[in-house]
């Protein structure tokens, strides 16, 4: 087993945690001439997180370095998903490309090469550049995909450092050049308990409190997300926060009013990855307290992310 979480650059201090409001105006008269006059509270940062396949790249990197490199390893893939668990299936069609030859540097080529909006990209870089009063604001990823990949994708496009971590499925490649990925949670591991239908081996709403829990408090936690697997995080979030699903995909549908725009026409399902089988919550819909500002596209991204800052600025002033 090695390490769960992509090198982690979360060197920035924590933020003081908040220790309680202003005291009322009758409070503060009372207190004696030689006592300092209560300061205001700094304005927390705001948490921004991430989904990474369709989300960040306009294509799920799992299908695409299939459906790039190896037409048979791509329908093993839709033909298996169903009877293996996701992760030990990329594990495995993995093999298949090394057995096939496929050299590790072609691997990281076509990932660089998957398409990323550059609006995208100035959206994080936005949220990235932007301080709130005791800090600048996070930026994490969470993800079904594996470190490799996004490694390589993030670092091609100058971006890897705007994020303090990426939370997902561990990759390397051995000393043969074959990759091998592992689940975030081990199948030997202690399995997570979640009920709101998140695979074995991730329950984003899960690592996302455990982010909070280490890292806060946020002014607002913001999420972007398209896949099932993040409705999790989705559910747990405040009426203060907000949730982001792309239209066209399975979580707009799910948080969107049926038939409205932010849920949008179904998009293709020819270049997404299956979805995994697990149920979804009853009552989905109703459970989530925070906003939901649906975005299609990379500029949709980049002017809901200029709304919310500009909002939680002016909350905060
Ligand atoms: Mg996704
Ligand atoms: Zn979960």
Redesign the pocket.
């Known amino acids: 087993m090695f390490n769960r979480f992509l090198h982690p650059t979360a060197t920035a201090a924590a933020p003081p945690q908040a220790t309680g409001s202003t005291p009322p105006l009758s409070v503060q008269m009372s207190v004696s001439a030689t006592d300092q006059p209560t300061a205001p509270l700094p304005a927390p940062p705001l948490l921004f997180a991430f989904?990474?396949?369709?989300?960040l790249v306009d294509e799920?990197s799992d299908r695409f370095i299939f459906s790039e490199l190896s037409p048979p390893a791509l329908e093993k893939l839709y033909k298996d998903h169903k009877l293996k668990q996701w992760t030990d299936l990329m594990d495995e069609l993995h093999g298949d490309l090394y057995t096939a030859r496929v050299p590790s540097l072609t691997l990281m080529d076509t990932w660089r090469r998957m398409p990323f909006n550059p609006a995208t990209a100035a959206a994080l870089r936005l949220a990235a550049t932007q301080t709130a009063a005791n800090g600048p604001h996070h930026l994490i990823i969470l993800?079904?995909?594996n470190t490799v990949a996004i490694d390589a994708i993030l670092k091609h496009h100058g971006l890897r450092d705007l994020f303090r971590v990426v939370i997902t499925n561990p990759a390397r490649f051995d000393n043969e050049g074959r990759l091998r990925v592992e689940r975030l949670i081990p199948a030997d591991g202690v399995q997570h308990d979640c009920a709101n239908g998140c695979a074995v081996n991730i329950c984003k709403g899960k690592f996302l409190n455990e982010y909070i829990a280490t890292h806060g408090p946020f002014a607002s936690v913001i999420y972007a997300?398209?896949?099932k697997?993040?409705l999790c995080p989705a559910m747990t979030l405040r009426a203060r926060d907000y949730v982001l699903p792309?239209t066209g995909?399975t979580?707009a549908k799910l948080l969107c009013p049926p038939g409205s725009a932010e849920a949008g026409a179904t998009v293709s399902a020819g270049n997404n990855k299956p979805e995994p089988e697990n149920a979804v919550p009853i009552g989905a819909r109703e459970r989530v307290s925070a906003s939901i500002r649906a975005w299609a596209t990379g500029e949709d991204l980049l002017e809901v992310v200029k709304g919310i800052l500009l909002a939680e600025e002016q909350a905060s002033a």
């Open positions: 989904d990474f396949d369709w989300t799920d993800s079904d995909a997300g398209d896949g697997n993040d792309r995909h979580l």
